[in-house]
């Protein structure tokens, strides 16, 4: 390639690259790259300088141009010690020029570099600026929907806090709930243990108590019983004859004081039975006019009913064929007296009387004696007095299996409407019969019988029979 084309190729390099970068930009406002082709130019002249030492002009070949450049090539071979120096310097300045053509071209390859990233940071820069603008130019409206959807998350919060609360709340009462139905279990367990560790000590204390009532009865009996023995043997050794037995009949050697608390019921109870007679004996002695008659308790026994009387201020005396039974109403103040009742009764005058008790008598009675038993008494009531008999109800088929028959001086029992015969056949009035005692309180398992059944075969245990005298 000749010299004239290279130049050219060159220039047209030189052409194209300013064209890419006019001026030598960088892509930077203000800041652009050296040119370095004056250097370049002033290297390669220097360069082509250094090389041209030593060496002989050329000319027209021919004997001439070789003997002077025979000649030349002896004076620079013999002056080669003299510009050896100055040629290395050369070569060093051109080295030095050359580094410092690669320095400053290294410099500008830094500089584009460093242009390249400042246009990427540019580029980047000014996406994020126009972001800014935009979010500026937007920031009104968006302002509102932030705010709309700030007011919207805080309703969403203040509504899940309140639905949190509430929850919570339920969970609360729920707990607390569970806490008093666990506390009230827990009462009502202890409650129920603590009832029933006392009912049983009561239970136990109950029989306790039961057992040494029975062992303190039992002794106080036994000592009853022999003062009895004790007083009925002195009354065999002063030769007095002892009680007979009623009507002529055997004397079963019994405790009759403790078979009548044991099978009739303790004083108390029989003399709360009690005052309902004495009520009745009360309103029929307000029309009489005698106010010096006595009314009779036929069978005394203990004296509830004379006891009743007394308190319902009736004078009333009693007879009983148990010296035992006398004493007691004795020591209780009273008007009571051993004797027969048929021979009592024989012994009155007529019309002496302000009325008649009788109360569990006429069963013993044998039946062929009943009827003159009921005349007596209708000769001796006075005129408006009032009779009442109490005796088991034969009605009742319960009072076979159980009350009756525990009785051994029981001789037959007397339906109602046998002693009403009697009654009215002894000329008494105004007869009345009430049922006592209905067998169902004392067996609760009669309530499962028809009522027809029940009242007809399982009525009252004992019957009352009222009669007035004319």
């Known amino acids: 390639m000749q010299d004239d084309e290279l130049t050219a190729a060159i220039h047209a390099v030189r052409d194209r690259v300013r064209a890419r970068h006019p001026e030598g930009s960088l892509g930077l406002e203000g800041v652009a790259a050296p040119d370095l082709s004056p250097l370049v130019h002033a290297r390669d002249a220097a360069e082509a300088k250094v090389a041209a030492i030593g060496t002989v002009n050329p000319r027209p070949p021919g004997l001439k141009n070789s003997i002077a450049q025979f000649f030349k090539k002896m004076i620079a071979r013999a002056l080669d010690w003299h510009v050896r120096e100055q040629v290395e310097f050369n070569r060093a300045a051109m080295m030095c020029v050359q580094a410092s053509i690669d320095a400053l071209a290294d410099t500008g390859r830094a500089l584009a570099a460093l242009a390249a990233h400042h246009q990427e940071l540019a580029r980047s820069a000014s996406a994020e600026i126009q972001e800014m603008k935009d979010i500026r130019r937007h920031w009104a409206e968006w302002r509102v929907g932030f705010e709309d959807r700030r007011s919207a998350n805080e309703i969403h919060m203040l509504r899940t806090i309140s639905e949190l609360q509430a929850a919570f709340q339920h969970r609360v009462t729920l707990l607390e709930q569970n806490f008093r139905e666990l506390a009230r279990q827990q009462h009502d367990g202890f409650e129920t243990a603590l009832e029933r560790n006392t009912l049983d000590v009561q239970k136990r204390l109950w029989r306790d108590l039961e057992r040494i009532r029975g062992e303190y009865e039992k002794l106080i009996h036994a000592e009853l019983k022999l003062i009895r023995q004790k007083a009925v043997a002195g009354s065999l050794i002063h030769g007095s004859p002892s009680a007979a037995a009623p009507n002529g009949a055997a004397r079963i050697n019994v405790d009759w004081l403790r078979f009548a608390e044991v099978f009739r019921g303790s004083p108390e109870r029989i003399h709360a039975l009690q005052k309902k007679y004495a009520a009745r004996f009360a309103s029929v002695s307000q029309g009489l006019q005698t106010g010096s008659q006595e009314i009779l308790d036929a069978g005394c026994g203990r004296g509830e009913f004379l006891e009743a009387a007394r308190d319902a201020g009736l004078a009333a005396r009693g007879i009983d064929q148990s ?47 009943l009827p003159d038993l009921v005349n007596l008494l209708a000769r001796k009531l006075n005129h ?45 009035v105004n007869i009345e019969v009430e049922r006592l005692a209905p067998a169902a309180e004392s067996w609760p398992s009669l309530m499962e019988l028809p009522s027809g059944v029940r009242e007809n075969f399982f009525g009252g245990l004992d019957y009352a029979i009222f009669a007035r005298k004319p």
């Not at 109490?390 to 088929?397: D, G, K, V």
């Open 323 to 369: 010296e035992e039974c006398v004493a007691i109403c004795k020591s209780k103040g009273l008007a009571a007296e051993r004797a027969d009742l048929f021979e009592y009764l024989d012994g009155l005058a007529d019309l002496s009387l302000s009325g008649v008790y009788c109360s569990q008598v006429v069963e013993h009675i044998p039946p062929e004696r």
């Open 384 to 428: 408006g007095a009032m009779a009442a008999i109490e005796t088991p109800n034969p009605e009742c088929l319960a009072i076979f299996a159980t009350h009756f028959y525990l009785d051994p001086t029981h001789t037959r029992p007397v339906p109602a409407p046998l002693l009403r015969f009697y009654l009215e056949e002894a000329g008494l």
